[in-house]
């Protein structure tokens, strides 16, 4: 289910989307799609066999249209209340490294697929958040896949801090994945468990052709 959120996310932002009359952050993700499909198009075989080249492109260009801070605060939701600031901002630089870790694994997996946005709705009483809805378009007569981002306006810039993939939140799925662990085994012992799987993940991308 992860590894849908991912590859839901990283279509939506790669694909060209119609810009008229398009949103401020309708706008931004037309920007990001546009640089991202120029740099892949450009550097299709570093894509497809340097995994260091696909972390790079993802850090760089996706990164900072995220916003880890509020994604991670929901993430923890009640433990983020209760952590230390040391414990937030170690727990934010393991997730962002387990998410960027997670959006490289998923270029290789895009096929073309097609992306067409059809509505915009500002969160309640709040104009600094709204929902972007999307469909990602498949072949093979497959049905399509509704993906629906929610961005956060902070200092007149829009960021991504969720995702909803065919009617699961990215932010609720993991918080489920780490909320029994942190209350059974405590808050220290998930990080160190994220940092573990971030090591791994970056020594088997270290031994890849071309790593």
């Known amino acids: 289910m992860i590894r849908k959120f991912?590859?839901?996310?990283l279509l939506v932002l790669l694909l060209p989307v119609a810009a008229m009359a398009a949103s401020a952050p309708q706008q931004m993700l037309q920007t990001v799609s546009d640089q991202m499909i120029a740099e892949l198009v450009a550097n299709r075989a570093k894509v497809k066999t340097d995994p260091n080249y696909i972390v790079d492109l993802v850090d760089r260009m996706l990164v900072p249209h995220?916003?880890?801070?509020?994604?991670?605060k929901r993430v923890l939701a009640t433990h983020w209340r209760d952590a230390t600031p040391a414990?937030?901002?170690r727990f934010k630089v393991e997730?962002?490294?387990l998410v960027v870790r997670t959006y490289s694994t998923a270029f290789r997996q895009y096929t073309d697929q097609k992306v067409e946005f059809f509505g915009e709705r500002a969160a309640e009483g709040d104009a600094n958040r709204v929902e972007i809805k999307s469909?990602?378009?498949q072949d093979g007569g497959q049905q399509p896949i509704p993906v629906n981002y929610r961005l956060i306006?902070?200092?007149?810039e829009w960021k991504v801090y969720d995702l909803n993939v065919d009617g699961v939140s990215l932010?609720?799925?993991f918080r489920e994945q780490f909320s029994s662990s942190i209350n059974n085994q405590g808050l220290d012992t998930v990080i160190n468990d994220i940092a573990a799987r971030n090591k791994q993940k970056l020594e088997l991308g270290n031994k890849a052709p071309g790593g």
């Open 66 to 72: 995220v916003d880890f801070d509020e994604m991670s």
């Open 95 to 97: 997730f962002s490294k």
């Open 153 to 156: 306006n902070k200092n007149g």
């Open 135 to 137: 469909l990602i378009k």
């Open 87 to 89: 414990q937030r901002e």
């Open 6 to 9: 991912f590859i839901g996310f």
């Open 171 to 173: 932010v609720s799925n």
